[in-house]
């Protein structure tokens, strides 16, 4: 099963474009990347998700290099209420890769 | 019209007690989840239900029993319980089993504290 290793923490600042970096080096040929936002006291949202070069929608993008070892999650323009916890996960097809690690705190200041 | 609705949102209660915790979801959708998130903020995944299956079971103690009556509802029935049960415990929903292409819809949580 992939592992995947992000931040703990993250600061910015309104306005900004924030870039999120998960690494997954065992990824799997089957893997696809997924992230969630998560606020305080709601559950997880889903954001995104991909599984080579780079994928847009309303919310982020995901940039995925070709050796897919790692991804990075784009935030364009931020504002605080973008302040959340973010989390990537690399599913394929295990049950237990749907354990979401602890995630990247990011925190916008005005 | 919330997509996945779960109650109480808090449960205190006292070592020993048998409580339960429902969800259910107006999606459609045919596969269901329960995760429990610690302080740590990790989220692990307890079980999952497909059209009312079990399909996951994640080495859980036996204390936990989830029920599914109908694919709309999962519920989380928890015995004797324990301080080490307190956390923050979620109901999900996908579309079907295929986790890489069915993003989760997760429901606001039910925060249950063991005193």
């Known amino acids: 099963l992939a592992k995947t290793t992000q931040p703990i923490s993250m600061d910015s600042y309104e306005g900004q474009e924030v870039n999120i970096t998960c690494s997954h080096n065992?990824?799997?040929?089957?893997?696809?990347i997924t992230w969630y936002q998560q606020f305080p006291s709601q559950g997880p949202r889903f954001i995104i998700q991909?599984?080579?070069t780079k994928v847009t929608n309303e919310v982020a993008s995901l940039f995925i290099p070709a050796d897919r070892k790692s991804s990075t999650l784009s935030l364009p323009r931020v504002s605080l209420s973008d302040t959340a916890v973010y989390y990537c996960?690399?599913?394929?097809?295990?049950?237990?890769?749907?354990?979401f690690g602890s995630g990247t705190q990011l925190t916008v200041l005005p | 019209d919330t997509a996945v609705s779960q109650t109480p949102k808090y449960l205190v209660t006292q070592m020993g007690n048998d409580k339960s915790i429902k969800c259910e979801q107006n999606?459609?959708?045919?596969?269901m989840y329960w995760y429990k998130q610690d302080s740590k903020k990790f989220l692990k995944i307890m079980f999952s239900?497909?059209?009312?299956?079990?399909?996951i079971n994640e080495t859980v103690p036996n204390r936990f029993s989830p029920k599914s009556p109908d694919k709309a509802h999962l519920n989380l029935h928890i015995n004797s319980l324990e301080l080490g049960d307190s956390a923050v415990y979620f109901c999900?929903?996908?579309?079907?089993?295929?986790?890489?292409?069915?993003?989760?819809?997760f429901g606001n949580g039910t925060r249950l504290t063991v005193t």
């Open positions: 991909g599984y080579k």
């Open positions: 999900a929903s996908s579309q079907d089993r295929r986790i890489n292409n069915s993003p989760l819809h």
């Open positions: 239900y497909n059209n009312k299956e079990l399909i």
């Open positions: 065992n990824i799997a040929t089957n893997d696809y």
């Open positions: 996960l690399v599913l394929s097809g295990s049950a237990r890769q749907l354990t």
């Open positions: 999606l459609g959708h045919d596969t």
